[in-house]
């Protein structure tokens, strides 16, 4: 059959099920006072509806910044005026559309997310399957990326709009992948300017650009590029934020309202190394807030390092893609203030490595979607994720012949190999970690502590128990992917001879 | 680029297909559903909690048990899995119950119950005729084949989203036709019986059964010509036929119009496959003119058409005409605002696969122009029904002019399908005379 009517099939099934999972529950359903993140995007398109702009992140009579004030950057506050103005004022006006919910209401909110995600993150999926994705899997790789549960979850059931930051930052990496620096820079900068956690992709964009400035050499058109970027960054920064450069006090507010740092190292229960320490250790209580940002800044930093350095010498497609995951990854893990849902930002470039890496990709996109279990059945989500979760873990390992890659030499492991052998030798593990038996295991793990999640009542004196061994058991996953993917990327050889070519880039 | 070439025997596309699209039926399971929800919750709470004797009696729902005693049994199997789920619902009293339980409940069990259905698909799928000379995966007709039925735009809303066992009868119905195709009469005829035991309605495609098990089964021979040898009569296979189907030649009551077409599988029975093509006419035809027609009865002419199309061109090519009217005039059965994109998707869907799937595997355009434009039309009927209509003044004073619409507009297309049918089955029956002369 033809790839036109094949990729249509594929989005036409996997718009089906985005649907059929917005016909469910979505975050703070019938629950006052506060309801949810639904309530805060409608929050948000009543302020920016009925407010001048100069109010819109500012405490006011008529804007009361506890509930659901906005703290995302400019972007997404236009995005909320947009939808504001397609739709009946009754569900906008001020105050009294507050925790406003009607099946009408619903379908137009789902509506939008559908919109946004069909004019920009699956054109971004489809290019990116079919012109930079090698080998003849690509329109398997581009139902998988389709399946993607976590997603689907978060968008069409919690609901959000994370397939707008997310579709503008994959078309960066698209267009950086077919050459055009400029644009990919500007696609990256608008997706930064949408959301601010995608802060935690910016430096391997950062990167990979200076990279390849220094390969053209400084002294003629690699320093051309790299004023043209800078350009191009600081003008799309200006045009974003117009409306509020006029005072440096509206700037400094709104980046107030982007970075709230009085809010503690962490919040909730979320995968990560300072929430699974605090069950050891009781580190929010022991260090004062201050101590916690440095020691958190310090570890971010050494954590990302070895990526960005390799990156910078060596910036390729494929480098790329590995410093994006690891890069993100290691924020999420040692960074401040992070949610659980900030998972998706490793989970973007990981769903690029589906046709190269299949097996630890699969892995990592499955337990991403664990680790928001408590998250969703919150929500009122489990059937979606049950079946979601299963259907992916499925198609993909039954497309991308997930368990056939999972040698010593697929998984490029490269000179770290012996290494690891020798180690692993001395204390008498089997010297592949990461092989079919051992992913068997973790998923019924998966499976197991899902199940006691939604059956079992927690004992009284642990009534926190099911989430925190899910983020626990998560964050080992995350811990190891991490190690798997720096190994990866560090152990590929600067020069681009390699035997088969396949990575010349 | 294309999936790698399989060898003959390997299958594991099958489950990969059959589990994708039971996926896609878990994920409907909080969509809209119809008051045929209510009535099979009914059924089980009847079944569960009263004697025998009085399920046929009781009557505090409005929707009493209607269908014969053999899904009447069925519902009480099913019930003994349901009082684990949730024992309220068996309640005869709680009408309208709906708990969360109750409708994960009675979804799971049609989606369970359509491994029935799974399984008559391969089994059709294996009798498929094969061209030789390898293609890849995607293009052998028994791969359109199961994608076809499997994927069937009218048995997805209506089982699993409208709400009822469709799948697991057109299972019953299509192992019955794939063992007629196999030359396993008896066991094609014993399904048969099993199935009108379980939904009366299917009488309307027992004459086809009747008179072809009658002339092919129970004459062994034929004579040079194809005609009938009165001597190889074998009193034998009609005693353990009738002993079997002994409702069939007396209880139905198919439409008139059905015997000519029945009289073509007599004169000249073309084995197996001239008995389809009669099921399907005879199908097409009760629904053309039967009495209190559900519109979810054209789904008995396109299911076992399904197998038809993938093997014939001529047939193909009425099959995507009957398919893509027959499947939109399924659009009023879900009316809801949020299912609207649902039925819009699927059907696109659908309607994408079979024509470019059959187009490549037949090698051409199989409509001409004026049915092109017929199947277009269906589009600005959707615009005007779903959009326009309901913004324009005279939805309130005259709300069923969208319905009326639709019906007539898919009635043209179904006939004109019907006709063409006929005329083919009558044109085989034609041309094997003319060989003759």
């Given at each position: 059959?033809?790839?036109?009517?094949?990729?249509?099939?594929?989005?036409?099934?996997?718009?089906?099920?985005?649907?059929?999972?917005?016909?469910?529950?979505?975050?703070?359903?019938?629950?006052?006072?506060?309801?949810?993140?639904?309530?805060?995007?409608?929050?948000?398109?009543?302020?920016?509806?009925?407010?001048?702009?100069?109010?819109?992140?500012?405490?006011?009579?008529?804007?009361?910044?506890?509930?659901?004030?906005?703290?995302?950057?400019?972007?997404?506050?236009?995005?909320?005026?947009?939808?504001?103005?397609?739709?009946?004022?009754?569900?906008?006006?001020?105050?009294?559309?507050?925790?406003?919910?009607?099946?009408?209401?619903?379908?137009?909110?789902?509506?939008?997310?559908?919109?946004?995600?069909?004019?920009?993150?699956?054109?971004?999926?489809?290019?990116?399957?079919?012109?930079?994705?090698?080998?003849?899997?690509?329109?398997?790789?581009?139902?998988?990326?389709?399946?993607?549960?976590?997603?689907?979850?978060?968008?069409?059931?919690?609901?959000?709009?994370?397939?707008?930051?997310?579709?503008?930052?994959?078309?960066?990496?698209?267009?950086?992948?077919?050459?055009?620096?400029?644009?990919?820079?500007?696609?990256?900068?608008?997706?930064?300017?949408?959301?601010?956690?995608?802060?935690?992709?910016?430096?391997?964009?950062?990167?990979?650009?200076?990279?390849?400035?220094?390969?053209?050499?400084?002294?003629?058109?690699?320093?051309?590029?790299?004023?043209?970027?800078?350009?191009?960054?600081?003008?799309?920064?200006?045009?974003?934020?117009?409306?509020?450069?006029?005072?440096?006090?509206?700037?400094?507010?709104?980046?107030?309202?982007?970075?709230?740092?009085?809010?503690?190292?962490?919040?909730?229960?979320?995968?990560?190394?300072?929430?699974?320490?605090?069950?050891?250790?009781?580190?929010?209580?022991?260090?004062?807030?201050?101590?916690?940002?440095?020691?958190?800044?310090?570890?971010?930093?050494?954590?990302?390092?070895?990526?960005?350095?390799?990156?910078?010498?060596?910036?390729?497609?494929?480098?790329?893609?590995?410093?994006?995951?690891?890069?993100?990854?290691?924020?999420?893990?040692?960074?401040?203030?992070?949610?659980?849902?900030?998972?998706?930002?490793?989970?973007?470039?990981?769903?690029?490595?589906?046709?190269?890496?299949?097996?630890?990709?699969?892995?990592?996109?499955?337990?991403?979607?664990?680790?928001?279990?408590?998250?969703?059945?919150?929500?009122?989500?489990?059937?979606?994720?049950?079946?979601?979760?299963?259907?992916?873990?499925?198609?993909?390992?039954?497309?991308?012949?997930?368990?056939?890659?999972?040698?010593?030499?697929?998984?490029?492991?490269?000179?770290?190999?012996?290494?690891?052998?020798?180690?692993?030798?001395?204390?008498?593990?089997?010297?592949?970690?990461?092989?079919?038996?051992?992913?068997?295991?973790?998923?019924?793990?998966?499976?197991?502590?899902?199940?006691?999640?939604?059956?079992?009542?927690?004992?009284?004196?642990?009534?926190?128990?099911?989430?925190?061994?899910?983020?626990?058991?998560?964050?080992?996953?995350?811990?190891?992917?991490?190690?798997?993917?720096?190994?990866?990327?560090?152990?590929?050889?600067l020069q681009s001879v390699r035997k088969n070519q396949k990575k010349s880039n | 680029s294309v999936m790698a070439t399989p060898r003959a025997d390997d299958w594991s596309w099958f489950p990969a297909l059959a589990l994708g699209v039971s996926f896609l039926k878990c994920i409907l399971i909080n969509a809209y559903h119809s008051t045929d929800f209510e009535v099979h919750r009914n059924w089980l709470a009847i079944t569960h909690s009263l004697p025998v004797s009085k399920w046929y009696h009781e009557n505090t729902s409005e929707w009493t048990l209607d269908y014969p005693p053999l899904f009447a049994w069925f519902e009480y199997s099913l019930s003994h899995v349901a009082q684990h789920f949730d024992k309220e619902m068996l309640v005869v009293q709680n009408l309208i119950y709906t708990s969360p339980a109750t409708i994960l409940f009675q979804r799971l069990s049609v989606i369970v119950t359509d491994i029935v259905f799974i399984y008559a698909v391969k089994e059709c799928c294996r009798s498929v005729r094969e061209e030789k000379g390898s293609k890849d995966l995607l293009g052998h007709p028994f791969f359109i084949l199961a994608a076809l039925l499997l994927w069937n735009f009218g048995l997805l809303i209506v089982d699993h989203i409208h709400f009822q066992y469709n799948g697991f009868l057109f299972g019953i119905l299509l192992l019955s036709v794939a063992r007629h195709l196999q030359g396993r009469h008896l066991e094609g005829a014993l399904l048969f019986t099993v199935l009108l035991n379980l939904k009366h309605i299917y009488l309307y495609i027992a004459p086809a059964y009747g008179i072809f098990l009658l002339r092919s089964y129970c004459f062994t021979k034929d004579n040079t010509d194809g005609s009938v040898r009165w001597s190889s009569f074998s009193p034998v296979r009609l005693v353990a036929l009738g002993s079997i189907v002994i409702s069939v030649g007396a209880l139905s009551f198919g439409p008139f119009i059905a015997m000519p077409a029945v009289l073509s599988i007599w004169c000249r029975p073309r084995g197996a496959r001239g008995f389809l093509r009669c099921l399907v006419v005879c199908a097409l035809g009760s629904f053309m003119f039967g009495w209190h027609v559900h519109e979810k009865a054209i789904l008995m002419a396109i299911l076992p058409f399904s197998i038809l199309a993938v093997e014939s061109r001529e047939d193909a090519g009425i099959f995507l005409m009957l398919t893509t009217t027959g499947h939109y005039s399924l659009f009023p059965l879900l009316f809801t605002a949020a299912e609207l994109p649902i039925k819009v998707l699927l059907m696109l869907l659908f309607t994408l696969y079979s024509f470019t799937s059959l187009k490549k595997l037949f090698r051409g355009s199989l409509l001409n122009p004026l049915e092109t434009t017929y199947l277009l039309g269906l589009v600005a009927v959707e615009i005007l029904c779903e959009v326009v209509y309901p913004l324009s003044p005279w939805q309130h004073t005259l709300p069923f002019v969208p319905l009326l619409v639709t019906s007539v507009y898919c009635s043209l297309g179904v006939s004109y399908s019907f006709i063409r049918l006929y005329v083919s089955l009558l044109r085989q029956h034609g041309t094997d005379k003319h060989k003759q002369l």
């Open positions: 059959m033809e790839n036109w009517s094949l990729v249509s099939i594929c989005v036409l099934f996997g718009l089906t099920a985005r649907w059929a999972v917005s016909l469910n529950s979505y975050s703070g359903a019938g629950k006052p006072p506060m309801f949810g993140d639904y309530e805060a995007q409608r929050h948000w398109q009543e302020v920016t509806y009925n407010l001048p702009v100069h109010e819109w992140y500012f405490n006011t009579t008529d804007n009361n910044l506890n509930y659901w004030g906005l703290d995302y950057p400019p972007l997404t506050a236009y995005h909320s005026l947009l939808c504001a103005h397609l739709i009946n004022p009754d569900w906008v006006e001020l105050h009294a559309s507050r925790g406003h919910e009607s099946y009408g209401h619903k379908l137009f909110m789902r509506a939008t997310v559908l919109v946004a995600d069909l004019l920009i993150y699956i054109p971004a999926v489809v290019l990116y399957s079919f012109y930079l994705s090698e080998g003849s899997n690509k329109k398997k790789v581009f139902l998988c990326i389709l399946l993607y549960p976590g997603l689907i979850l978060i968008d069409y059931g919690h609901f959000q709009y994370n397939s707008i930051s997310l579709g503008l930052a994959l078309w960066g990496v698209v267009v950086l992948g077919l050459g055009w620096d400029v644009l990919g820079s500007l696609a990256f900068v608008l997706s930064l300017n949408y959301k601010q956690m995608e802060l935690y992709h910016s430096l391997p964009f950062f990167c990979y650009l200076l990279g390849k400035c220094f390969k053209q050499g400084l002294a003629g058109r690699g320093l051309f590029l790299l004023v043209k970027i800078a350009v191009t960054v600081l003008v799309t920064f200006a045009l974003c934020w117009l409306p509020f450069l006029s005072d440096p006090g509206q700037i400094l507010q709104v980046v107030h309202r982007l970075f709230p740092v009085g809010r503690g190292l962490f919040e909730d229960k979320v995968a990560n190394t300072w929430c699974s320490l605090n069950v050891l250790i009781k580190i929010k209580t022991i260090l004062s807030t201050d101590t916690q940002l440095y020691f958190s800044l310090t570890t971010t930093l050494l954590a990302i390092l070895p990526s960005s350095i390799k990156l910078l010498m060596k910036p390729t497609l494929w480098q790329f893609k590995l410093a994006l995951v690891n890069s993100s990854l290691a924020f999420f893990l040692f960074s401040f203030q992070v949610h659980e849902k900030s998972i998706l930002l490793p989970a973007l470039p990981v769903c690029l490595l589906l046709n190269d890496l299949p097996l630890p990709a699969i892995w990592f996109l499955q337990a991403s979607t664990f680790s928001m279990l408590p998250l969703f059945l919150k929500d009122g989500l489990l059937v979606p994720y049950v079946v979601t979760s299963l259907a992916f873990l499925f198609f993909s390992i039954y497309l991308l012949s997930a368990f056939e890659h999972c040698s010593e030499d697929k998984l490029r492991l490269g000179p770290y190999r012996r290494l690891l052998i020798c180690i692993v030798r001395r204390y008498g593990y089997l010297s592949n970690c990461i092989n079919k038996d051992h992913f068997y295991f973790s998923i019924t793990a998966m499976a197991g502590l899902s199940f006691m999640s939604v059956a079992l009542a927690p004992p009284d004196q642990l009534p926190d128990l099911f989430p925190l061994l899910v983020s626990v058991f998560s964050y080992l996953h995350f811990l190891g992917l991490l190690l798997y993917f720096n190994i990866v990327q560090i152990a590929e050889p | -």
